[in-house]
């Protein structure tokens, strides 16, 4: 069954130096008869994808491809300037980790918050609070604000909520490089269960060897655009073979 559908999905963005154009520059700028219209770029460039319940799907390309965009239009953090995108099911977003916390209350009621945003009833999320923190090894700051933690202490939180409450569809992005070595392996364990499960997995990574061991298929991501889809193992060779020749 169909749990992912993107159509001629297109997405236009501000450059950086539009965002850093604050208003006072903007007014004196019109005033002085030098203003023009900022730039925009075209981020992804009419992309079609189809993601089947329980597919583990991986997307790979360099950086500013596009890979954590598509992602973010997955989610519904970014809507797009035209086309269409569907999507089936409780979707959990490991895309910033971290983000998305409000900073100024506990952990504890981060928990408790998160796993109501994505549909979770507080009584459900209290009896699944201690197995996240221990996982998190956040026991002792469990009464401490966000704002406190560091931001690897807001990243394991994140990814223990996420992957503690078993989502139909699971998002990743980077997630891999999360703590210490120690944690990392802790993560990719967690992970491997999902991938024996029936959740329907995406994720972006540079971990090539990772992608190619648990992806059943790989998208391949240049400058907005698909450049190729296959198997893993087709997908990244041919990947490679293009990076190694320039």
């Known amino acids: 069954m169909e749990v992912i559908r993107l159509d001629q999905v297109s997405l236009w963005r501000r450059t950086q130096e539009e965002f850093s154009y604050d208003l006072k520059k903007t007014l004196l700028s019109v005033l002085e008869g030098k203003y023009r219209q900022p730039a925009k770029k075209l981020v992804l460039d009419q992309i079609n994808l189809t993601v089947n319940a329980g597919e583990k799907l991986g997307i790979i390309g360099a950086n500013g491809s596009g890979k954590s965009t598509v992602l973010r239009i997955i989610s519904g953090i970014l809507q797009p300037t035209s086309g269409s995108v569907r999507v089936r099911g409780q979707i959990a977003p490991l895309i910033e980790l971290g983000a998305g916390f409000d900073a100024e209350i506990s952990v504890m009621d981060n ?29 002792d700051y469990c009464l401490v604000p966000v704002k406190s933690l560091s931001s690897g202490m807001a990243a ?31 993560c990719k364990q967690r992970i491997q269960k999902f991938w024996k ?50």
């Open 156 to 186: 394991r939180l994140g990814f223990s909520i996420a992957t503690d409450i078993q989502p139909d569809i699971l998002i990743l992005d980077e997630v891999l490089s999360v703590g210490d070595e120690s944690f990392k392996n802790k």
């Open 111 to 139: 928990i408790l918050l998160y796993g109501v945003l994505l549909g979770f009833s507080r009584a459900e999320m209290r009896e699944r609070a201690q197995s996240i923190l221990d996982f998190a090894e956040l026991q």
């Open 197 to 246: 499960g029936n959740a329907t997995v995406l994720v972006v990574s540079h971990d090539l060897l990772f992608m190619k061991d648990y992806c059943e298929r790989v998208i391949w991501l240049d400058q907005g655009n698909i450049k190729f889809v296959g198997t893993s193992d087709e997908t990244i060779k041919l990947y490679l073979k293009t990076v190694n020749a320039k």
